[in-house]
């Protein structure tokens, strides 16, 4: 007998906390891929199309400008997130259940587009050794690439690697990205001039 009060209360209390609305939101985007992002005091979370939150409210989601309106977005059942390290910004993707599917590794990144994303691959290379501190001298390069939903690089979108110095205050913002995904096996560079060329990937 003492066990029914329990239950009834522990029943009581999930029934609440199932059935709470999500209120005191200052926008909502539209739904992409299943999901809808909701902005609460300049933080993001994610909703199911039963309202359901599914992913908490928080401050390192990636914006993306769609028209007017800027807001994190899930495409291929991946959502751009950032972290900094040792202040330079790394991106990374989460899957729905908030999770970072691919670890915050590339030092820039779009969002996916029909299961393929561009990213900045940072490659680090020992060039030699520091003989008086006994450490290794490195250098890091980058390349553009596409991966796909795991991380994995498919293609390298360059034939020569961008040198570039790790540092806080060579890297205020994140290097460009010149390619873009625009179909499957299709993708679109922003040439110097301003103009656009397609290529296809094999």
């Not at 599917?101 to 990144?109: E, G, K, Q, T």
Request: hydrophobic content about 40%.
């Amino acid at each position: 007998m003492r066990r029914l009060p329990i239950l009834l209360a522990i029943f009581f209390i999930v029934s609440i906390c199932r059935s709470q609305d999500i209120e005191q939101l200052d926008f909502i985007s539209p739904f992409h891929d299943g999901v809808a992002a909701v902005k609460k005091d300049k933080h993001w979370g994610f909703i199911d199309d039963s309202g359901t939150l599914i992913i908490d409210f928080r401050n390192d989601l990636v914006i993306t400008k769609r028209n007017e309106e800027g807001y994190p977005i899930f495409n291929s059942g991946r959502l751009l997130f950032k972290e900094v390290r040792d202040g330079i910004t790394y991106f990374g993707y989460l899957d729905k259940s908030g999770k970072a599917i691919i670890p915050a590794r590339f030092l820039n990144a779009t969002d996916f587009n029909d299961g393929w994303a561009v990213v900045l691959e940072l490659v680090k290379r020992q060039v030699g050794t520091n003989e008086l501190l006994e450490k290794p001298l490195v250098s890091y390069d980058y390349f553009e690439a596409i991966i796909d939903t795991e991380g994995k690089v498919l293609h390298y979108l360059v034939d020569k690697p961008v040198h570039i110095a790790l540092d806080r205050e060579y890297l205020r913002r994140p290097p460009a990205i010149t390619y873009k995904v625009i179909s499957n096996h299709l993708v679109a560079k922003l040439n110097e001039n301003k103009t656009w060329s397609i290529k296809k990937i094999e």
